[in-house]
């Protein structure tokens, strides 16, 4: 099973990992500017042992092209990922790996393709709908809330976004 791999990795990777940098790189204020959100997520799969990853998360950019960056409790840079219609790489510490897509670094990690163009825009609204998944959202004052929970295909999983409020 990949995906206990992927989880035990990224667990690891806090001991290892550097500081979230203070300011954005130029590129990073470029995507910024297509799209930027922030916030604290939580991804568990259901299976016979559960497993679940939280952190706290910065997306910037569009389902084309982005970064997205998982943080530690403590603000350490547990893992960078990177986008393009024709690439996605994955960034460790000083480690760098390439996938052919979003969907192949996701599903690499997690055991389970995730749909990025649809969890972005599930991040301003509650569409588009997707064949196995269930959406729940809310939008309090104190920033969106997005379950989302995946039947099939298996492993089932359950996503948990608490966004900042903008």
């Not at 568990?44 to 706290?56: H, I, K, M, W």
């Not at 599903?107 to 163009?117: E, H």
């Not at 104190?142 to 099939?152: H, I, L, P, Y």
Request: net charge neutral; glycine share 8%.
């Amino acid at each position: 099973m990949r995906h206990v791999g992927g989880f035990v990795l990224l667990g690891a990777l806090a001991s290892c990992a550097m500081f979230r940098p203070p300011q954005a790189t130029p590129q990073q204020k470029a995507l910024q500017q297509v799209g930027h959100w922030q916030g604290r997520l939580s991804l568990r799969v259901l299976q016979p042992t559960p497993e679940q990853f939280s952190a706290s998360f910065e997306i910037n950019g569009s389902a084309d092209n982005g970064e997205l960056s998982l943080y530690s409790p403590l603000g350490t840079t547990l893992a960078r990922a990177r986008w393009t219609p024709d690439n996605a790489q994955l960034l460790q510490a000083d480690k760098v790996q390439n996938f052919a897509s979003i969907e192949a670094l996701t599903q690499q990690l997690t055991g389970a393709a995730l749909p990025l163009p649809a969890l972005l825009a599930w991040l301003d609204s509650d569409g588009p709908a997707l064949p196995g998944w269930q959406l729940n959202s809310e939008s309090p004052a104190s920033g969106r809330r997005v379950f989302a929970k995946r039947e099939t295909p298996l492993p089932a999983l359950q996503l948990t976004l608490l966004l900042e409020p903008k």
